[in-house]
Structures are given as C-alpha cells and as structure tokens.
C-alpha cells in the first residue's frame, strides 16, 4: 500500500494539500480559496476562522482522493501573519498578512536609527520592515491599547489552525524567524526584539523544532485522532525542500506576482548592510536571501494601463530587443522589500522618450524585475553564500519573455522544474524527514530532476550587468529627493 504524508500549505488567498510519497511523488491534491480583505490604509487580512474551515475542507478532500495509508500531516504557512487571541485561544483580531503595511510608519521610525535596525536584523535575521510582526505589534500597541489589553497571546495564523487541530499553541523555529522577534543563535525569543513590540515572551507561543510531532484531536476531517501533525515551517524556506534546492550553492527562484531568491546553507548570519533576510528550514539548516514585492504585477500593471491583454502585451515586449530602447525601470509599484526593506519608494521610468510605446514600457518594466532579483542574488553572495544553480518555479515563467530577461539578469542559466506545489511538497518532505522516513533534507536534492534549462543571452546579460550600478544609484538618489 503507498504511504503518504499530506503536507499542509496555508497561503495567502488557498490552502493547498499535497499527498506526497518518500520520493517526493505528488499522488493527490486539494485547494480551497478564501479573500485577502484590503483596506486604503494598508490593511491586508485574513479571516482565521475562514482559513481553518478552508484548510480543514482541503485536508478532507484530498483525503477522500487520496489511496494509501496517511503516515502524517504536515504544515506550510505564507510567513510574517499575526493575530491577537484572547484567554480562551479565539481570534479578537483578523490575522495580519505579509501584505499588510500599516506599520509603515512604525518601521520608518525605527529605521531612523541605522544602528539599531541593523543590530535588530543582525540578531533576528529578519529586516525592520512593515512586512513583519515585530512592527505590526508596535503599531498595535500605539493605535490599538484596547486590542493589547485583551491580548492573552499574539500569534502566526499558522499557529492557531494547529492550534484547533491538536490543542497546542506553537510556532516553530522557521516562522519565528520570521518575525523579527527570534534570536536565531540563541533559537529563543529575542529580548530587545520584544521590548520594541511591547509583548513578554509569555503572550507569544511555545517555541518547538520544525520536525516537532505533535497529535492530531478527535474529528478533524476524517483522520484518526492521534495521528502525527508535523509542526512544520514557512512557505519560502520550505519551498526551497520542495524543489530540492538544498544543498549548498542551489537557489530557489519563486516568480509569480511578487518573487523571492533563497538559498540554503548550515549557519545562520546576514551580510552586513542588512539586504537580505535569514530564516531557519530545520535540522541545523537556514535559509538565506530576499523576497521582492515587484514581480508579475509589472505586466498586470501594464495590460490595466494599456488596455491590452497580458499575453498580447507580453509578445509585444518580447518583440522588443534587449535593453527596451534605452529605457530603465525601477519597477516599485508595490513599494520594495529585498535589497532595499522600504516601502515607500516608487516607480520610476529613466530616459522616456517620445517614441518610447508600451511594449518598450512593459519590457523596460519586467527588466527592471530582473534587476531588482539581481541585486538580491548579489547580496546573498556577499553574505558568503555561493550559488551555482538555480532553479525557478512560478506562473510568471509560462511566457519566454520573463525566463529569458531574469536568465539574463542572474548571468546564469534557468532550471526549471515540474509542478507548482513547492512549500507543500516540502512541508511533506519535512514530515517524512520527522518521521525518520528521509535520511537528511539534503537528500531531497536528489528526488527532484529539473526538467528544462535556459541560458542566458550573452549580449542581454552583459548590458543588464553594466546597467546595474546605475540603477542603484538612481535608489539612492530618489531616497535623497524623498527625504
């Protein structure tokens, strides 16, 4: 009979379960989706409540398609959420998503002091920025007193959906790392971290190892009570197993409307201009690099302005040469997280001419994208981290034009491999890691064969590398102008 651990990933608009072999084989999945609620002043939430009926309505579906024995649940998250729970564990607040910026101000303030953000980030791994919750919880405790009296715990939505399927309520070390409030030397919540935030290490849950088991209740979708529940990890480190790039010098490109660079190696650290973050994966293994928050929306911002289609868009750009004419972007229509962790600067068109239409636009546009993840790649490097492959997954490589401009951007050829299911997969890989079924997480680079390989166009590659200081220049410039 095959065995499975049905790995649980928790995403920002679905929940997605994956049925997943030893050999990292998907045998069935399950989505359910649920809204993102946006508000004019930055709001980006979740319902926690309509998270968990989706996650436990995916969890029974793939269960009924699924054919095996069912050795484990384990568990995938979006990171940086945060909720509010009261002295009986129910939300009193909506869970905060990444995407959330109200803490904008919040996080600009605490910036202003360059020492202290950096030795925040040096000791956290995680960037001040509005993203993540050590912000959020000081902008609760300036705009919201009344929330942070009733507060008993503050939490990940990921913990509070494990939280109603086994009764525990706790993070593990990956998305702690995450918050900007987890010494990651010291794996315990960080002490100047929490002043900042206003919270005691008691309001926050029980810190455990991603491979921590935990057990499932009784009449959660179907499954015996008792069964393992893995407590997992966050979506980007996790999405690093899911494509087995694992072992040192492989990175993992993810690229849809936003896009992140990670890769793994055995310490935790970040270089020391504080560009790129740093999040534990688990068994002595940490996940190093940057999240963008400019990817496929660049187009989608094009095809709403021009009123053209995306795919009609895109093969115009694409008809364009390299180098749009001349024509550079900063594409920051969404602010900017890696290299920069800013939100406020904005998009930028450099040398528009009269000529210039929306094909150059849009091209200049998504090399603009490619630079930006350029710049991540050369931070991670300069945190000492090499990288010799790397491999992509994501809906914005459907179209020749992106694969082509970000493979020219890195200087570096493109693997790619199959399916989209890359954190549940790793969240199931990590179950049988617990489960003593895989023999080290390194292993899982060898379930996985990428299936194409792009290189690079040598003549866009060396005009994107020589335009590339001058677009940080130009960062530096309009962050002078702002301020």
Known sequence: MTEVVLGVDLGTTATKVVATRPDGRVVATAEQGYPLKTGEHGEAVQDPDVVLAAATKALSECVQCTEGDIRALSFSSAMHTLLALDGDGEPITPALSWADHRAADIAKRLRADRGLALDLHAATGAPVHPSFPLAKLAWFAEHEPDICQRAAKWAGLKDYVLARFTGRLVTEHSNASGTGLFDMYDLTWHGPALAIAGVHADQL??????????????????????????AGGGDGPLANLGVGAIRPGMAALSLGTSGALRV??????????????????????????????NGGVVAQWASEVFGVPVPELLAEAEAEPPGAAGLLALPYLLGERAPWWDPDPRAVLVGLRREHGRAVITRAMIEGVGQQLALVLDAVRDAGASVHEIRATGGAFRGPLWTSVIAAAFGQPLSFVDGNEGSG??????????????????????????VDTVAPEEFASHRMARNRPALERIYDALRELDS
């Open 205 to 230: 849950p029980t810190l455990v190892e991603p491979t921590r088991a935990l057990a499932l209740a009784d009449g959660i979708a179907g499954l015996p009570s008792g069964l393992p529940v893995i």
């Open 264 to 293: 793994v190696r055995d310490r935790p650290g970040v270089d020391d201009r504080g560009r790129v973050f740093c999040y534990a994966l688990a068994d002595g293994l940490w996940v190093l690099g940057g999240a963008v928050s």
């Open 425 to 450: 997969v790793g969240a199931a890989l990590l179950g049988w890691r617990a489960l003593g079924e895989l023999p080290s997480l390194d292993a899982a680079a060898d379930l996985v064969t990428p």
